[in-house]
């Protein structure tokens, strides 16, 4: 079974712009939850996705956005760059959102530079 | 508010034995993860206990406390391959169940 997968895997892109990251789940997985991870900090949860619908959303600008696609895949987007949201981003998808034992599996993240 | 408290970093020798700590507040509990990552990887689940209890899993055991906000993972037999960071996360059900994550211990195995 192919794990998640995450494009691309490096970005750089500078201040001001706006970026896509993709994300596409283990099969039959319907939950996708993204992050952000920065060094020496924890990850650092954006939003959940489960059936299309948006579960959960952390504590982020409204410059973050998601969304998630009827096969489950998801995106996630940041407009108007800033140097701050250099990070690496995690997109992480389970069998069922929420409410369950079922561990997260992570996909290998998308490195963004902002310069 | 929700509060996840780990270690930053400890160091430990190959053979031996470490317990990383977690405590936590959060306005709902719904069960309690650790994950392992290794520097420049994606973490990967260790275990997940929900009960007060230890539980076993080869080389590696993992221990909650509900009543005490509290966990702990146990590392036995410890080899260079342990060097990561360990990160414990908390389902909260106060919270519409999403998952809440403690910044992470980095063990450091010394020969």
């Known amino acids: 079974k192919a794990g998640v997968t995450q494009t691309p895997r490096y970005l750089i892109k500078t201040r001001g712009q706006q970026v896509t990251l993709s994300c596409s789940p283990i099969?039959?997985?319907?939950?996708v939850s993204w992050y952000q991870q920065t060094p020496g900090q924890g990850l650092q949860f954006l939003f959940e996705?489960?059936?299309?619908?948006?579960?959960n959303k952390g504590n982020f600008p409204g410059r973050f956005s998601g969304r998630q696609f009827s096969n489950s895949r998801s995106e996630m987007n940041v407009s108007t760059l800033e140097l701050g949201d250099s990070a690496l981003y995690l997109c992480?998808?389970?069998?069922?959102?929420?409410?369950?034992?079922?561990?997260?599996?992570f996909g290998p993240g998308t490195r963004l530079t902002v310069t | 508010g929700q509060n996840i408290d780990q270690p930053t970093e400890m160091t430990a020798t190959e053979g031996a034995i470490v317990q990383i700590n977690c405590t936590y507040q959060?306005?709902?509990?719904?069960?309690l993860f650790w994950y392992q990552q290794h520097a420049g990887e994606a973490p990967t689940f260790l275990s997940y206990?929900?009960l007060d209890g230890l539980e076993e899993k080869g080389r590696f055991s993992s221990f909650l406390s509900r009543s005490k906000g509290y966990s702990y993972l146990l590392l036995k037999e410890l080899q260079m391959k342990d060097s990561a960071s360990y990160l414990c996360?908390?389902?909260?059900?106060?919270?519409?169940?999403?998952?809440?994550w403690g910044a992470g211990t980095k063990l450091i195995i010394k020969p």
């Open positions: 992480a998808s389970s069998t069922i959102g929420g409410d369950s034992s079922y561990e997260q599996y």
């Open positions: 099969s039959g997985h319907r939950s």
């Open positions: 996705y489960f059936s299309e619908t948006q579960r």
């Open positions: 959060t306005s709902g509990f719904n069960g």
């Open positions: 206990n929900v």
């Open positions: 996360a908390v389902r909260d059900d106060g919270s519409n169940y999403q998952l809440i």
